[in-house]
């Protein structure tokens, strides 16, 4: 089995403001094409070889220009529901928040928690939230964040820190929270905070496509004893199952002919496969 714990749904570009598509142009160069379709992920999932299962979300954040119903996220995992897990998304820079958490969870089944503070403007440490975090606690869903840069201006960097996660894990210890993208280019941050709280998690998604710097940050993940606090995902429709796993296998590649250090591929391999399933308890 294998648990890709990052991908989303969303209606392509209804849910996206105008800007928000025209400042996306700076992640790769140019607009991609983000229709998100559950057949065709699983045609990009061939070389897996394995069942996956799939954490899908869509997002909220109203300051940068995207907003995903859950009701939308909740319909679109009906397709399949032994194979695709959905989480409720908050904004809590909006007013009823608090009612789109109980009803994301209570209503429409929703195993999981995904927040976007740099997206959103907000800080996850803030005293405002603390309801957010006290009910994932209560009703044990793992809440994952966005942490790592953006393409879009007026998203503050200061909010995604991945620094700002040790304050929260330090007051809610028993909060799953996986830290998405290694917090990239911020790693080492990532890296200092799932080391030292036995909860705290980090995905890897949306990274391959940046070798030499996911090879720099895995080091670190290495030398500092990590591994086992990695996630497989794919930050699906930005990147597939396929292109991320054949290109994780492949990091050691680059470095014929140099004496640099090798990722230990029996890690690697464990990370694809690991258990998010068990872990996070959906
Ligand atoms: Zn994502």
Redesign the pocket.
């Known amino acids: 089995m294998i648990y890709d714990v ?1 991908s ?1 749904t969303w209606r392509y570009p209804d849910h996206f403001t105008e800007t928000f598509r025209q400042q996306a142009v700076r992640m790769r160069g140019h607009e991609l094409d983000w229709t998100t379709e559950f057949s065709k992920y699983r045609t990009t999932a061939q070389t897996a070889d394995h069942q996956i299962k799939t954490v899908i979300f869509g997002g909220k954040a109203r300051l940068a220009g995207l907003w995903v119903p859950d009701r939308y996220v909740a319909e679109y995992c009906k397709e399949d529901p032994e194979h695709m897990i959905p989480f409720l998304s908050l904004d809590p820079t909006q007013a009823g928040w608090r009612d789109e958490m109980v009803e994301g969870h209570q209503d429409l089944g929703m195993k999981g928690i995904k927040i976007m503070p740099m997206y959103a403007g907000f800080y996850p440490q803030d005293a405002e939230i603390d309801d957010l975090w006290s009910y994932a606690v209560v009703h044990n869903l793992p809440v994952l964040l ?1 942490t790592g840069t953006t393409f879009v201006d007026q998203a503050p960097l200061d909010c995604t820190l991945p620094r700002h996660l040790d304050t929260v894990a330090i007051k809610y210890p028993d909060c799953k929270i996986i830290m ?1 993208h290694l917090g990239h280019p911020y790693e080492g941050e990532t890296v200092a905070v799932i080391r030292k709280h036995p909860n705290v998690y980090a995905d890897i ?2 990274l391959h496509y940046r070798p030499f710097q996911l090879y720099h940050s895995l080091m670190l993940v290495q030398e500092y004893g990590v591994w086992n606090k990695l996630l497989f995902g794919t ?1 699906y429709p ?1 990147t597939t199952v396929d292109d991320s796993i054949r290109d994780l296998r492949s990091l050691n590649n680059m470095l014929e002919g140099t004496a640099l250090p090798r990722l230990n591929m029996d890690e690697m391999e464990k990370m694809i496969y690991r258990d998010a399933g068990g872990i996070l308890g959906i």
């Open positions: 990052h989303h966005h998405a998604s949306a930050d930005v």
